[in-house]
């Protein structure tokens, strides 16, 4: 008697591994947001560590902006927010990919695009968006220290930590 086995394509794979890291930045945005660190003018996401995960898998872009938008969405941002604030992690996550070549001592650069794209983008919605004051420059710097704190900092602690873990084998 022969019994069937479904191999695990590569497809089903990159599916499961881009949801898996969706609900997983939904699931450490809410723990950001039961301390209001979520969003505003100061912002500390904890889950913005995970855009360090394109330089090992590139299923992990689709997987961060599609948790991006429905944190935003759970959170109760507006539609400037949600849509210009996943755009701002995309633009992230495909830096990181993009900088996946780095030597292992500059791994940490891969999160750099989250950085900047975050201090351009976020400022504009908090001030269009949400009529914050301040100014772009003081926005852009109190989002900068959130993402530098849990994205550049986090991100590289979390590559660090994992990049000889077989499962993030480039």
Do not use: H
């Not at 794979?13 to 450490?28: E, F, N, Q």
């Not at 948790?67 to 992690?89: K, M, Q, R």
């Not at 030597?103 to 750099?112: D, G, N, R, S, V």
């Amino acid at each position: 008697m022969k019994r069937n086995v479904r191999r695990v394509t590569s497809s089903t794979r990159y599916l499961t591994r881009g949801a898996l890291i969706a609900a997983l930045y939904v699931g450490l945005t809410y723990v950001s947001t039961v301390f209001g660190l979520s969003s505003g003018a100061i912002q500390f996401r904890i889950s913005e560590a995970l855009i360090i995960l394109p330089i090992f898998m590139p299923e992990a872009i689709p997987g961060l902006f599609i948790g991006c938008i429905l944190s935003n969405i759970v959170s109760g941002c507006v539609l400037w927010d949600i849509v210009f604030g996943s755009i701002a992690t995309l633009i992230g996550a495909v830096g990181a990919y993009t900088l996946r070549d780095l030597p292992i001592k500059f791994k940490w650069a891969a999160t750099l695009p989250n950085l900047i794209s975050n201090m351009v983008i976020v400022p504009f919605v908090l001030m269009y968006a949400y009529g914050v004051e301040g100014g772009f420059w003081l926005l852009s710097l109190s989002v900068g220290i959130g993402e530098a704190v849990c994205g550049v900092i986090g991100g590289s602690a979390l590559y660090y930590s994992v990049k000889d873990l077989r499962i993030f084998k480039i």
